[in-house]
């Protein structure tokens, strides 16, 4: 069985500042894509980033990057730069390989504030 | 452009009523999931599908199912909601590659 584990209960960054967002995982499949969304007050889920398991480089995507440790089963979101709008739950989740197994497992999430 | 949409966003109900909520997408997707999100637990799977007739358990079934007579819907049913199934209520879709699910807006659900 696949696992998500988010533990940080809650985040606080100074605005302009870098915060990193634990998540690790645990899955006995060698093949496997992981995945961060944002869900701000406003409830919608929004897709950030992915990093697959063969990527051999950490995924980027604007201000957002994956640092990804497979060795360490860890995929932890670092958000630079940080805005008030980043404030908002994290939530890192992971897929099985492609075809019949391709559910979504999500971790509990993390409150991220950002403050002024 | 293509979407994923819910319906109702907001539904009250009472107690033994069955309930309905609709999910409809036009990515042309294969995958379907419904997710429920309550405080301290993340985004638990309840139902998914893999393609039209499919339909397989969550981690969280019991109470709810559902049907998938298409591509582009997968209706979640309650059939005889309870107040442990307050929550809020998420549809979403995927390919069958690595590529990110798209998730609808959500369901709030409560029931009284």
């Known amino acids: 069985a696949q696992k998500i584990t988010q533990t940080q209960p809650g985040m606080f960054v100074q605005e302009k500042e870098a915060v990193t967002l634990d998540c690790t995982y645990d899955t006995s499949d060698p093949s496997y894509g992981l995945f961060w969304y944002k869900q701000p007050s406003s409830g919608e889920m929004i897709f950030l980033i992915y990093q697959g398991s063969y990527d051999q480089q950490n995924a980027t995507e604007g201000r957002y990057s994956l640092n990804f440790q497979k060795a360490r089963k860890s995929a932890n979101l670092v958000i630079s730069a940080s805005q008030l709008g980043d404030s908002a739950m994290y939530f890192c989740a992971m897929r099985r390989s492609s075809g019949a197994n391709s559910k979504l497992t999500f971790g509990k999430g993390i409150t991220l504030s950002v403050r002024p | 452009d293509a979407e994923i949409t819910q319906s109702p966003r907001h539904k009250i109900t009472e107690t033994g009523r069955q309930v309905t909520l609709a999910c409809h997408q036009t990515w042309n997707h294969n995958n379907m999931f419904w997710y429920r999100q309550d405080l301290g637990h993340g985004l638990r799977l309840i139902h998914y599908s893999y393609g039209v007739q499919d339909t397989n358990k969550g981690e969280v079934s019991d109470g709810y199912s559902v049907s998938r007579s298409n591509t582009e819907d997968l209706p979640l049913t309650l059939e005889s909601a309870a107040s442990s199934q307050t929550s809020v209520y998420f549809c979403?879709?995927?390919?069958?590659?690595?590529?990110?699910?798209?998730f609808g807006q959500g369901t709030r659900l409560t029931v009284v």
């Open positions: 979403a879709s995927s390919d069958g590659s690595f590529t990110e699910a798209f």
